[in-house]
């Protein structure tokens, strides 16, 4: 399967920093980039996605950019507040040979915010 | 919150019983899905139904027996596991219409086999 690189894996900000999670792929047939918030106790929740269509997308203090020449996109949150702290994992998927709900995680990056 | 709800939470188990997790989506979605979060591993696509049928079985083992009666409930049943299958185990639905669509996740039954 595809093979998503994921960094870092832990994250420490100061409250009202950015963070800053990239995430690196092979196959240039991926066109679906969704990013997921996993808290304590909670299945992943989406926070943002991308196609591959659009080079950037915004939603409030959460952005996520994508690189498809160089293969690869990022989460971006501004203004960041304790209540950010969580796993955020990123994801990808295509539709070449594709299975229905078959994403590609990454390994998970571990936002920590300090008040 | 997700309109996806897994129970139980949490389960402990040896390796000789026999016991099954349930999933419930109320989004009206044609698709489930169950998935296996390990730690530090990703996430791992187990199985897939489309309209209750099973249309992907990801290689994995025969202790794991999924079953969807309708498109509204998805259980795995587990026996003669083993302790390496302890894991959150997690549900999903989506739409069921594309390859790439948003996936809603329930809170996961966290599973230790002893």
């Known amino acids: 399967g595809e093979n998503v690189e994921q960094h870092p894996s832990t994250l420490s900000v100061q409250e009202g920093d950015s963070a800053v999670i990239k995430c690196t792929y092979s196959d240039s047939a991926s066109n679906y980039f969704p990013w997921y918030k996993q808290e304590l106790g909670k299945g992943p929740q989406l926070i943002i996605d991308i196609r591959s269509n659009v080079g950037e997308k915004k939603d409030q203090r959460i952005a996520v950019t994508l690189n498809k020449t160089a293969k690869h996109f990022s989460l971006h949150i501004t203004e960041t507040q304790p209540e950010d702290s969580a796993v955020y994992f990123c994801a990808l998927s295509s539709d070449r040979g594709s299975t229905l709900g078959r994403l590609y995680f990454g390994r998970g990056t571990q936002l920590t915010v300090w008040p | 919150e997700t309109g996806v709800t897994q129970t139980p939470r949490h389960l402990v188990m040896g390796m000789t019983n026999k016991k099954s997790l349930k999933c419930e989506q109320h989004?009206?979605?044609?698709?489930m899905y169950w998935y296996k979060q390990s730690a530090k591993k990703p996430l791992e696509l187990m199985f897939v139904?489309?309209?209750?049928?099973?249309?992907e079985n990801n290689s994995v083992p025969s202790r794991f027996s999924p079953e969807c009666p309708n498109s509204s409930h998805l259980f795995l049943h587990l026996h003669t596991l083993q302790p390496e299958d302890s894991a959150l185990y997690l549900c999903?639905?989506?739409?069921?219409?594309?390859?790439?669509?948003?996936?809603?996740f329930g809170s996961g039954t966290q599973l230790s086999v002893l």
């Open positions: 989004l009206g979605h044609n698709a």
């Open positions: 999903a639905s989506s739409q069921g219409q594309t390859t790439n669509e948003k996936l809603f």
């Open positions: 139904y489309s309209l209750e049928e099973r249309v």
